[in-house]
């Protein structure tokens, strides 16, 4: 499977312990994003990269969070003194920026659940 | 971004053509339109981009007048595995997507 691959699947924590979610975007693209969905929304923006250049961070994002993508590679995104509030699906995406329309194509994502 | 507004639900029986139409009526020249298909639990599926006249492939059609303020995503003949929330989105090439509530397609046998 050539497609946008997150890990873990699912992760339960403990409020006030950090959590970090992988993502291996398609392996031609080079921009990166990171969403996060709760229940009966849509996905929200959370930041995306350009190769492994941050571009644009949402206010979402809080200094608990931090992304990373240190190669242009592969991505990290780490939440710190995880709160219950964060409990979420943590999406991410990758496209090729250049081509026309920037379809971004999604993974399966991550689950959170801060208990 | 471009405001855009589209249907919070539908229902449809199996077989039939569902036509879902989404308003983006300050569309910039450079936007494109997507659809996605989300399941629950599962990230978002791109379904079809246009930016105008009619693109067609294997699961959808997405008619696009020649105003572009509005688009019409078409899935022919529906069955149950379709129920999705369908997210219609504008933008440009070099953009992040910003995604609205969708619409809750729901398929009855």
């Known amino acids: 499977d050539t497609g946008v691959s997150q890990d873990p699947r699912h992760k339960i924590t403990k409020r006030g312990q950090n959590v970090t979610f992988r993502c291996d975007p398609i392996s031609e693209h080079n921009r990166l994003y990171w969403y996060r969905q709760t229940l009966g929304q849509g996905p929200e923006f959370l930041t995306y990269f350009q190769n492994e250049a941050q571009l644009e961070k949402s206010r979402l994002l809080s200094d608990r969070f931090s992304a990373e993508r240190p190669k242009g590679s592969f991505s990290t995104l780490e939440i710190q003194r995880t709160e219950q509030g964060d409990s979420a699906m943590y999406l991410c995406?990758?496209?090729?920026?250049?081509?026309?329309?920037?379809?971004?194509?999604f993974g399966e994502g991550s689950w959170l659940t801060v208990v | 971004l471009a405001k855009i507004t589209q249907p919070i639900s539908m229902d449809s029986y199996e077989g039939q053509e569902v036509n879902i139409t989404c308003s983006h009526n300050n569309i910039a020249t450079n936007d494109y339109i997507t659809w996605y298909q989300q399941f629950p639990s599962q990230g978002p599926r791109f379904i079809i981009q246009?930016?105008?006249t009619k693109v067609t492939n294997e699961v959808a059609s997405l008619f696009i007048p020649a105003d572009r303020k509005s688009s019409t995503l078409s899935l022919p003949r529906v069955s149950l595995s379709d129920t999705a929330v369908y997210y219609c989105l504008v933008g440009e090439g070099y953009q992040k997507v910003t995604f609205g509530t969708g619409t809750k397609l729901q398929v009855i046998p």
């Open positions: 995406a990758s496209s090729f920026a250049g081509s026309s329309g920037n379809t971004i194509y």
């Open positions: 246009g930016y105008k």
